[in-house]
């Protein structure tokens, strides 16, 4: 018996494949993502947008961030002084890759007993150098409102 190729059995093949394709590249974009557990560490875990978390703390020439969450290639975290509700002078600056806890930002003067300070969030242009008048501040996805948290110093 003489099996005769057929152009339209090869024409249905070829469109059954690319169907099956597509729709397994479709489905794997429509499956929500998966929860991030409470028990893996913050630093496998990619979030969609940016937080920060830092605690108040004695005046001195560091400041411990408690947490900067954000997604890689990661952002500055700047040390500003307060005045009222206004942003002043960076203090320091460290990059971070993308999120971590317990980051040191090393400053170039000393905080001061009994102030008010913010730690903020800028975008990484890939340079290497905090610029305060180049970078754009990390703002959140969600809410579109910089990415910044409060902290006082004591004795």
């Known amino acids: 018996m003489k099996k005769d190729f057929s152009v339209n059995s090869f024409i249905a093949g070829v469109v059954l494949g690319i169907v099956l394709t597509s729709s397994w590249f479709i489905g794997e974009r429509a499956l929500p993502a998966a929860p991030v557990s409470a028990t893996l560490p913050l630093a496998t875990s990619t979030?969609?947008?940016?937080?920060?978390?830092?605690?108040?703390?004695?005046?001195?020439?560091?400041?411990?961030?408690?947490?900067?969450?954000?997604?890689?290639?990661?952002?500055?975290?700047?040390?500003?002084?307060?005045?009222?509700?206004d942003l002043g002078n960076v203090l320091g600056a460290v990059l971070v890759g993308g999120p971590r806890s317990a980051v040191s930002v090393p400053l170039l003067r000393a905080t001061e007993p009994g102030r008010r300070y913010a730690v903020e969030l800028y975008r990484n242009d890939g340079n290497g150098t905090f610029d305060l008048g180049a970078l754009s501040v990390y703002v959140d996805f969600d809410t579109g409102e910089p990415v910044i948290d409060y902290f006082t110093t004591s004795e």
């Not at 020439?61 to 509700?85: F, K, N």
Request: charged letters at 15%; hydrophobic letters at 45%; a negative charge.
């Open 47 to 85: 979030p969609a947008s940016g937080a920060v978390s830092v605690a108040d703390q004695k005046a001195g020439t560091t400041v411990v961030v408690e947490s900067v969450t954000v997604p890689p290639p990661g952002v500055w975290v700047a040390v500003r002084e307060t005045d009222g509700a």
